[in-house]
């Protein structure tokens, strides 16, 4: 699933927020509860830290996504992170 968010976002050639990502990996493989949702968003961290994802922009939760107050964040794909999706999964 975490190999899965990056060829999302490389993919979009463009931008992503965090709950778009979320939804569409959780939707693929049939995954809906909480725990699931804190995993691939956590996933997504990693993927910052590891330099594959950049964050473009951050933006605080209405409670529509991930709960009232929570950060949101809006990534996109690094030279890197393209590097290793054409590399691993293309």
Same mark, same amino acid.
């Given at each position: 699933?975490?190999?899965?968010?990056?060829?999302?976002?490389?993919?979009?050639?463009?931008?992503? #927020?965090?709950? /778009? *990502? &979320? $939804?569409?990996? %959780?939707?693929?493989?049939?995954?809906?509860?909480?725990?699931?949702?804190?995993?691939?968003?956590? #996933?997504?961290? /990693? *993927? &910052? $830290?590891?330099? %594959?994802?950049?964050?473009?922009?951050?933006?605080?939760?209405?409670?529509?996504?991930?709960?009232?107050?929570?950060?949101?964040?809006?990534?996109?794909?690094?030279?890197?992170?393209?590097?290793?999706?054409?590399?691993?999964?293309?």
């Amino acid at each position: 699933m975490k190999s899965r968010l990056l060829q999302l976002l490389y993919e979009k050639k463009d931008e992503a #927020w965090d709950y /778009e *990502l &979320v $939804s569409q990996v %959780l939707e693929e493989y049939g995954k809906s509860n909480k725990r699931w949702r804190w995993t691939v968003r956590f #996933w997504t961290a /990693e *993927l &910052v $830290s590891s330099g %594959l994802f950049h964050v473009t922009e951050v933006a605080v939760d209405d409670g529509t996504h991930f709960g009232k107050g929570k950060v949101l964040y809006r990534f996109k794909i690094s030279e890197e992170g393209k590097s290793r999706a054409l590399e691993y999964l293309m």
